[in-house]
């Protein structure tokens, strides 16, 4: 372990899924981490799992909504006394959000408030302590930003919001905060569900062959990209969307 890497990190939707890979990732790295979540038996049961209890903290978190994200960053502050860096992962999908003719406007407010606003509102009250410690923000996207299935609309639109928002702010807030965004393909997180939900994963060796690197992603496979953007050594890189999918948009397809 890196114990050098002393930096204070906070992940939004930490708990759970590619987010607590991102997290478990960073601790490895020698990272002080903040896990900023909505679900309390998630993010208790990572502190448990996890340990590091001098460098991991679970705040819980509604990035939605003004004064959670205002008190998150005031207890990350009082706790470690500085952040340097921001990692947006915190989303729902679109459970319910039928043809665009039925979808509710309620349905469509939830996604794009957690998705998207809430990024807007842990930026806007991280960047005081992220410009002091020229610090660095990455976004998690999807690729559906970039390509959709049926009735994904409101999914769709907040990450492609996402990479939107991740370019227009890394030339408002550069040069002293970086900001980049990954966008994951199919990647697992069956192994990364908290303890009553989870479950192995069920995939078939189609799954896996039909991506051009041989297999379905792995939480680890974003945490690494992550961690690299939030480090010096991406100190020249800003504004970008890095595409982590195997592949797959790469790969034309065709009906036989």
Known sequence: MNTTWNKVVIVTGGAQGIGKGIVSHLL??????????????AGKECVGEFGYEDRLLFLPTDVGDEESVKECITRTITRFKRIDGLVNNAAIADPGFESIEKASLAKWQKVIRINLTGCFLTVKYSCP??????????????????????????????????????????????PDIRVNCISPGWIEVCDWKKKRIRELPDLREIDHLQHPVGRVGDPV??????GFL????????????????????????YAE
């Open 28 to 41: 490895e790295k020698g990272a002080r981490v903040v896990i900023a979540d909505h679900d309390e038996e």
């Open 129 to 174: 302590h992220l410009r002091r410690t020229k610090g660095a923000i990455v976004n998690i996207s999807s690729t559906r930003a970039h390509q959709s299935e049926p009735n994904t609309e409101a999914y769709s639109a907040s990450k492609g919001g996402l990479v939107a928002l991740t370019h227009s702010l890394a030339i408002s807030l550069g």
């Open 221 to 226: 496979d974003i945490a690494s990209m992550t």
């Open 230 to 253: 939030l480090s010096e050594e991406a100190g020249f890189i800003t504004g970008q969307d890095f595409i982590i999918d195997g592949g797959m948009t790469r790969k034309m397809i």
